[in-house]
């Protein structure tokens, strides 16, 4: 069969009984979320000059921006198995445009902080329904439908910045930012109408996660494994803990551990590409960009890829080829010579983006129904967190003179990482 072929007949196996509609809802949501999450990194010389700051203060900002994202995983993890994904959707979606239309409203840096806070609250409780609606909804795919989804992610974040790097110059920073918030209430509007409501019912009518059997014994619709007590009638810090205990599971131990690795080696390398090929002397700021627009491109194409391949030739493989074809850029990166070889292996970075698809639909398939949710955003508020701490690292080393040798680092980083999923088994 042609690839053309195998494409179709994996897009095909996406759709049906509603499931296209909700898959190509969320996908377009999270096509805003993440391409808007990185267009203020992409134009912040451009606002630095306007607010007339340092640059120490300017990444205040961009560092506000991934910790109240991070800050947003595990509460929304955990509201989503008590009200549903398609309210937390809807809420990341709409707190996302306030958060845009605030940008319009900045004369003062301060403001222009508290609006990126409020972005960054937005686009936090977007992401852990995101994965948990997906893993649902897809019992035998859920590998390509994620691959889907987290590239329309990718796609965004090489359009978006991009095409806000150009608007700026002709209507200014706060347009270009803000003309995006009417997207995120029409995507809204469409998340709520494609997704259904996944809670169930019981007995009495209150709300609870879906993830119950419906057809278990003695009429068990709760989602609590032994008919009693749901996430839904838990309070936070009872049902963290019981996330807590969940993720104790050495399967889910090792993928958690081998993602962390890679999202921290991919945080550093995003974070400063664009400044090492602008510091090689071959590169203008415009044509360094490009290039990190291509990576999430590449990106894209890796992750749609890497899910299908999951579906067919099992996680553990898949994440290990991943990891292993992931070093090799970014060790070569201080390595090559000459503009298109640094152009190419720097947008070859983005093979990595694979690692997301594969590792989600595996982690997520393991963790008890009952608590998906919650415990699927307290991983992911520990993957940014620890991950937003390989862009410092990679930066002390730079101002130190040690530019190459912090991506010698970050590939050691990741040949640690394919080596966790060596020990990685195989998905029940």
């Given amino acids: 069969?042609?690839?053309?072929?195998?494409?179709?007949?994996?897009?095909?196996?996406?759709?049906?009984?509603?499931?296209?509609?909700?898959?190509?809802?969320?996908?377009?949501?999270?096509?805003?979320?993440?391409?808007?999450?990185?267009?203020?990194?992409?134009?912040?010389p451009t606002i630095t000059d306007d607010f007339t700051v340092s640059a120490s203060e300017a990444?205040?900002?961009?560092?506000?921006?991934?910790?109240?994202?991070?800050?947003m995983q595990f509460p929304a993890g955990y509201f989503a198995d008590r009200l549903g994904e398609r309210v937390l959707l809807v809420a990341g979606l709409?707190?996302?445009?306030?958060?845009?239309?605030?940008?319009?409203?900045?004369?003062?840096?301060?403001?222009?902080?508290?609006?990126?806070?409020?972005?960054?609250?937005?686009?936090?409780?977007?992401?852990?329904?995101?994965?948990?609606?997906?893993?649902?909804t897809y019992d035998e795919n859920d590998g390509a439908a994620f691959g889907l989804m987290l590239a329309a992610g990718s796609v965004g974040a090489a359009v978006l910045p991009a095409a806000a790097a150009v608007a700026v110059t002709s209507v200014g920073w706060r347009t270009a930012v803000g003309v995006v918030a009417p997207a995120f209430f029409l995507s809204a509007a469409a998340v709520w109408w494609a997704v259904p409501d996944t809670r169930v019912r019981t007995a009495d009518g209150a709300g609870a996660v879906d993830g119950g059997d419906a057809d278990a014994p003695d009429g068990d619709v709760t989602g609590a494994p032994d008919g009693g007590t749901g996430v839904a009638d838990r309070s936070m810090l009872?049902?963290?803990r019981a996330a807590a205990v969940a993720v104790r599971d050495r399967r889910i131990a090792l993928a958690v551990?081998?993602?962390?690795?890679?999202?921290?080696a991919f945080q550093a390398a995003t974070a400063f590409l664009t400044t090492y090929l602008t510091a090689t002397g071959r590169f203008t700021q415009g044509t360094a960009g490009a290039v990190l627009g291509v990576l999430f491109l590449v990106g894209?194409?890796?992750?749609?890829?890497?899910?299908?391949?999951?579906d067919r030739f099992g996680t553990p493989r898949v994440l290990v080829g991943i990891g292993a074809a992931s070093v090799v850029p970014l060790a070569a990166l201080p390595l090559v010579e000459g503009r298109l070889a640094l152009g190419v292996v720097g947008a070859l970075v983005g093979v990595r983006m694979a690692v997301g698809p594969v590792s989600n639909a595996y982690i997520i398939a393991l963790l008890p129904d009952d608590i998906q949710g919650t415990?699927?955003?307290?991983?992911?508020?520990?993957?940014?967190?620890?991950?937003?701490?390989?862009?410092?690292?990679?930066?002390?080393?730079a101002d130190a003179g040690y530019f190459d040798l912090a991506f010698y680092m970050l590939a050691g980083i990741t040949a640690v990482g394919a080596g966790v999923y060596v020990f990685l088994p195989e998905r029940p």
Wanted: net charge positive; glycine share 20%; aromatic share 14%.
């Fill in 94 to 136: 709409l707190v996302s445009a306030v958060g845009l239309v605030s940008y319009t409203f900045t004369p003062t840096f301060g403001l222009f902080v508290l609006a990126t806070g409020v972005f960054g609250l937005g686009s936090g409780l977007y992401g852990p329904p995101r994965g948990t609606v997906i893993s649902k």
């Fill in 300 to 310: 894209a194409a890796s992750q749609f890829a890497g899910g299908g391949l999951a």
């Fill in 257 to 264: 551990a081998g993602a962390t690795l890679m999202l921290f």
């Fill in 375 to 397: 415990a699927w955003g307290a991983l992911r508020t520990g993957f940014f967190i620890v991950g937003s701490f390989g862009s410092t690292a990679v930066g002390y080393m």
């Fill in 238 to 240: 009872s049902a963290g």
């Fill in 1 to 44: 069969m042609s690839g053309y072929g195998r494409l179709g007949r994996a897009v095909a196996g996406l759709r049906g009984e509603g499931r296209g509609w909700l898959l190509l809802s969320v996908a377009v949501g999270w096509f805003l979320v993440l391409g808007m999450r990185f267009v203020v990194p992409g134009i912040l």
């Fill in 59 to 71: 990444g205040l900002a961009v560092t506000v921006l991934w910790v109240t994202y991070a800050a």
